[in-house]
């Protein structure tokens, strides 16, 4: 399982950024179906716009991402 043999790289940064973004959503998301359900609408509301910050980011980090996946970048 662990070969020491194995030559591991390490990830370039804009793969470690675009990990935190989506983990920022996912953690978003929980949050906010969290104060849904404990009926903290006000919250929910003005924390909406942090997910508008989060998408946007996505809509960057995402197909970066990709390209250089492929070799673009």
């Known amino acids: 399982m662990l070969d020491p043999t194995i030559q ?6 804009h793969l470690h950024i675009h ?3 989506l983990l920022g959503w996912f953690i ?3 949050l906010q179906v969290s104060l849904i359900r404990s009926a903290r ?5 003005r924390l909406g716009w942090v ?6 980011a996505c809509l960057f980090a995402g197909p970066l991402a990709t390209v250089a996946a492929v070799g673009g970048v």
């Open 41 to 45: 609408r006000d919250t929910h509301r």
């Open 51 to 56: 997910g508008a910050g989060i998408g946007t």
């Open 28 to 30: 978003w998301l929980v």
């Open 8 to 13: 591991v790289r390490a990830l370039p940064l």
């Open 19 to 21: 990990g935190g973004i």
